[in-house]
Structures are given as structure tokens and as C-alpha cells.
């Protein structure tokens, strides 16, 4: 029998998915090196290739980065120009298709990861239509729920994990790399039926108030991360009364800008906006046929629609 289960093993073992950890890097030292520290703890994190991509940072060179990643003997990739966050995933993205990973983890360096972060990974993808996402922000909008997930109308690049299949079909669609890709790859995803699938209770937490793609008029800081290492308990308290601060920031922009913002928004894209919310309420409506919630806190519920 114990033969029996090692030739199965060995078998099982050669179907095994290949995660490949991609980190975008772009300065802010301070944020990178909490990510690498929490990526130390995460369990199975030997199984991934680890991949850091440097976009001509200014604050370290590439022995700094050898250094901090040594324990995973992470491949270390230079840029040649600064290409910004969008148009340097999109960099990303090509890379990951040349290699024979599976699956790209887009782990950002301002991210703070949960032990269990890998493991959920591996564990859960096969679950997914090929796109699994980490990080449940508050500021993409939920359609619909299912269980333990959430599925998202659009999604940052932050924390997701995508099939090689889906992103060679994104590719081949592409006419260049331009910016706000994360929309694009979102809008790409739902017109081909995937499900942004994300769990409620998020697996990494953001800290980087201040970047590229971030200032101090909005702040990123999931409410559903539960810190289980000491750690991350650290950082944690550490992070939220810098977001707390910056709350009066975020308050005037919702009342203030957001509010005109959206009103020109409306007035200048009319069809699109529109079109695009008729889109989501049919997603809904489909969801809530195709995959209905038959339990809720432990409680036997059949087809249970979404009340928003």
C-alpha cells in the first residue's frame, strides 16, 4: 500500500500548478521590504518561482534587491526605462507568457501577505474560471456573492492571480500598452464570462498610501484582513493610524471632487455609462441563476438572490 500512495504521489505531483510571484518594483523602499519579510512567512513558498521586476528604481540597485530576495534565490529582472505601473505589468505579463508557469501572482511591493497567502492559492485556483484575486478593495464594486467569494466588476493588478490561457487570449487582443490596463484586463475578463472572483476576507493587506497609481485623496485599507502572524499584527497597527489620518483626505474627495467628477463623467459619456451599468445588472441577474447560494452562517438557503 505505502507504494501504492508514493506512485500516486509522484503522479499527482507532475499536474501540480506552476505559480510563478511576480513583484513590480518602483522605489519606496520601506513598503518593499515589508512585503519580502511577509513573503518569508508564507508557507510553500518554495514551490513558486519568484520573479522581482525593477523599473529603474532610483533608491536601490539590483545587489539590494539580491540581497532582500536571497532566501528565495528570486530572479532579479532590470528594466532599461521607467514605464510606470501600467505599461511595466504589461511587461510583466509578457515575461510570465515565456516562461512554463501556469499561473502569474501579481504580488505588488506594498503588499502585506497572510502566511496562508500561497497556500490559499494553490488550494483554491482549480475553483476559479482562471482568475482568482487576493485583495477584496472596497473600491471596486461587488456584483454578486457566492459563498466565500465575492465577484468583483473590475479589479487592480494588485494581488490577482491569472492562467497563462486567459492572459495569452488578453494579449493577442492588445493593440498596445497603454495605460489603465488593470480596466482593460477587467473589462477584457467579464466580456469573456470569467468571474473576478475574490475572496471576502482578503489575503493581503495593502499599506502603500503613496505611489504611482495611489496619493493621499484615496486610500486603500481592507477592513477584512485578519492578521495571523505577529508580523503582520505589527504592521497592522502601525498602517491604520496612517490611514485614519488621511480619512479627512478621503472624506473631502468623496463630498467635494468625487461628487463633480462623476457629474462631468455622466454628462460626457452618457451612452457608455449607461451601457455599462445595463451590463452589470444582466451579470447579476446571470450570476444569481447560474450560481445560487445555498448556504448562508451555516444555514440551508435556496437560491438566494443578491439584494443590492
Not at 487576493?134 to 464594486?141: A, D, G, Q, T
Request: glycine fraction near 4%; aromatic fraction near 14%.
Amino acid at each position: 500500500m505505502t507504494t501504492f500512495w508514493k506512485l500516486y504521489e509522484n503522479f499527482y505531483k507532475g499536474f501540480e500548478m506552476k505559480l510563478m510571484i511576480a513583484i513590480p518594483v518602483y522605489n519606496r523602499k520601506q513598503y518593499l521590504e515589508i512585503t519580502a519579510k511577509s513573503l518569508y512567512e508564507c508557507s510553500n513558498v518554495n514551490k513558486s518561482i519568484i520573479k522581482v521586476f525593477n523599473d529603474c528604481s532610483t533608491e536601490f540597485d539590483s545587489d539590494y534587491l539580491r540581497q532582500l530576495f536571497n532566501k528565495f534565490n528570486a530572479w532579479i529582472v532590470d528594466g532599461e526605462n521607467n514605464l510606470k505601473a501600467d505599461r511595466h505589468t504589461y511587461k510583466i505579463i509578457l515575461d510570465f507568457l515565456n516562461t512554463e508557469n501556469d499561473v502569474l501572482f501579481i504580488c505588488d511591493s506594498d503588499l502585506l501577505l497572510r502566511p496562508d497567502a500561497i497556500d490559499y492559492i494553490l488550494n483554491n485556483f482549480d475553483r476559479t474560471d482562471g482568475f482568482l484575486g487576493l485583495y477584496n478593495s472596497e473600491l471596486h464594486r461587488d456584483i454578486y456573492f457566492d459563498g466565500e467569494f465575492v465577484y468583483k466588476e473590475n479589479v487592480g493588478f494588485a494581488g490577482i492571480c491569472v492562467s497563462k490561457d486567459l492572459l495569452q487570449k488578453f494579449v493577442l487582443k492588445q493593440e498596445g500598452n497603454s495605460g489603465c490596463m488593470d480596466f482593460i484586463l477587467s473589462d477584457f475578463l467579464i466580456d469573456n464570462g470569467i468571474r473576478l472572483m475574490v475572496p471576502k476576507n482578503c489575503y493581503v493587506q495593502h499599506i502603500g498610501f503613496y505611489g504611482q497609481n495611489c496619493s493621499s485623496s484615496s486610500v486603500e485599507f481592507s477592513t477584512n484582513f485578519m492578521p495571523l502572524s505577529e508580523f503582520n499584527k505589527e504592521i497592522v497597527n502601525k498602517m491604520l493610524p496612517m490611514a485614519l489620518k488621511i480619512q479627512a483626505n478621503v472624506i473631502k474627495y468623496l463630498l467635494f471632487e468625487d461628487k463633480y467628477r462623476k457629474h462631468g463623467f455622466m454628462l460626457h459619456q452618457t451612452r457608455s455609462y449607461f451601457a455599462r451599468n445595463r451590463k452589470i445588472k444582466a451579470l447579476k441577474k446571470y450570476y444569481a441563476q447560474k450560481y445560487p447560494i445555498r448556504v448562508v452562517d451555516g444555514k440551508n438557503v435556496e437560491n438566494l438572490k443578491m439584494r443590492k
